[in-house]
């Protein structure tokens, strides 16, 4: 094979691998800012309802959530640690969920999850800068 097919082949395995690194870095968000309070608690059921900012949006951060939840052992979830939600994530390729509440707690599949608040962080902050340039819903 001459180096001109070799780079050809290369080209086509490096675009097909982003292709699908974009595709799996896709997700739904439902965005309250974290700073907005309620009288009654924003949960799992009515996030959807009363989010401020509805988008579809493509980030390596919010991606990074997902991972992270993997390597942690998740806790058993109470009623009270669900109240408070600011954000649900939605993973459009496989449909995981995660919730993150005004404290920073982040839910997913019935377990909370005590994570690195840099991973948290970077997510919220990627959410929140793309917030500011779209229309508020309400």
């Given amino acids: 094979m001459e180096t001109f097919e070799r780079a050809v082949l290369v080209c086509i395995f490096l675009f097909a691998s982003t292709c699908k690194a ?4 896709k997700f739904r968000i439902f965005y309250i800012p974290l700073d907005v309070n309620f009288y009654s608690p924003v949960t799992p059921e009515n996030i959807e309802e009363l989010a401020f900012y509805s988008f579809d949006f493509t980030s390596t951060k919010v991606g990074n959530l997902f991972v992270s939840i993997k390597k942690y052992k998740g806790a058993r979830v109470t009623g009270d640690d669900l109240s408070g939600i600011r954000v649900k994530i939605v993973n459009i390729r496989d449909g995981g969920v995660i919730f993150i509440t005004a404290e920073k707690g982040v839910f997913s599949g019935g377990e909370k999850y005590d ?7 970077a997510a919220l902050n990627d959410i929140d800068k793309y917030s500011k340039k779209i229309k508020k819903r309400y």
């Fill in 22 to 25: 974009s595709e799996s870095d």
């Fill in 115 to 121: 994570m690195e608040t840099n991973i948290i962080n």
